[in-house]
């Protein structure tokens, strides 16, 4: 008699199938890798469930119960983390998630509209897949590059300063099988080769590595006038009204604030460009000590 589990639902569930015998092998060999990187085996689960993740695609039952075998773990504590993170899929999806920052800044910014906008254009809800299997849609919360808000990312790949138009040509693009170039950092790949590198696995494409770059020149504003350096003041134009046509996936008017800093002598204002004495925007408020009676 085959053993079965008890659901939520209380419903008897047949185990889960388990991977052909080669690919069983192949995913033994890599997993054995990622375990001896850790001094206690069951530290290596979260890399473990990004390389089943990029066998299939998504987390599958099988994907779990593998995980589980090798680290000597329960299915319910894997089944635990893999349903905690979000970058973990439970579902079969597209070669391309395009995330849609949808977080206070890049809602405000546009993040929304272009939500909006691409659901309306692929025909798809939130985490849904197109019918060709190129394109899954989802909101994603911030990712730290506010600064280029409103950001799309694609496999985790930044696209900043987007428009619903930039939108919906990248993912035009990316259906099409056209190229396509992140704003910054490393070359885009698929889904599941994405989820190979963080299992942990050298990114082995010619000059990605070196592509991943630092951080953008937004992100350094702040820095450099720590460092009492005067960065160009910029301007934000309005969309559509910048000196600046659109790049290929939408380096908007708004990029203007990147490209200025490659400009010396550029005299813009932006609002990346934050009061350098900051008591002195306030004059009725100065910053200073707060007293004992914290007034
Ligand atoms: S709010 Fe979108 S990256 Fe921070």
Same mark, same amino acid.
């Given at each position: 008699m085959t053993e079965t589990t008890p659901t939520s639902l209380g419903m008897p569930q047949l185990p889960a199938p388990d991977f052909p015998a080669d690919v069983r092998a192949r995913l033994e060999a890599d997993a054995k890798e990622v375990v001896?990187?850790?001094?206690?085996?069951?530290?290596a689960l979260l890399p473990l469930l990004h390389l089943v993740q990029s066998e299939e695609g998504h987390v599958s039952r099988t994907g779990m119960r593998f995980c589980a075998e090798t680290l000597g773990l329960t299915t319910a504590e894997v089944t635990a983390v893999a349903t905690f993170y979000?970058?973990? !899929? !439970?579902k079969p999806s597209g070669d391309?998630?395009?995330?849609?920052?949808?977080n206070t800044l890049c809602a405000v910014m546009g993040g929304d509209a272009i939500f909006d906008e691409l659901k309306r254009h692929l025909g798809v809800g939130n985490d849904e897949t197109t019918p060709d299997g190129k394109v899954t849609l989802e909101h994603i919360e911030c990712n730290a590059a506010c600064d280029f808000a409103p950001v799309v990312m694609v496999n985790w790949e930044f696209f900043d300063n987007q428009t619903p138009e930039s939108a919906r040509r990248l993912v035009d693009d990316l259906r099409a099988g056209r190229p396509v170039e992140p704003t910054r950092g490393a070359p885009l790949c698929t889904y599941k080769e994405t989820a190979r590198i963080l299992a942990g696995?050298?990114? %082995?494409?010619?000059?990605a590595v070196a592509a991943s770059?630092?951080?953008g020149p937004a992100s350094l504003v702040g820095l450099r006038l720590a460092k009492g350096e005067t960065p160009h003041p910029r301007v934000v134009h309005p969309r559509g009204e910048g000196p600046h046509g659109e790049g290929p996936?939408?380096?908007?008017?708004?990029d203007e604030a990147t490209r200025d %800093?490659?400009?010396?002598g550029s005299a813009h204002l932006s609002s990346h460009d934050a009061p350098q004495q900051t008591s002195a925007s306030d004059p009725a408020h100065p910053a200073g000590p707060v007293d004992e009676e914290g007034e």
């Open positions: 001896a990187r850790y001094p206690d085996s069951r530290s979000t970058m973990y !899929r !439970r391309y998630q395009v995330g849609v920052c949808t696995f050298p990114d %082995e494409r010619p000059g770059g630092g951080a996936h939408g380096e908007g008017p708004r %800093e490659a400009q010396p």
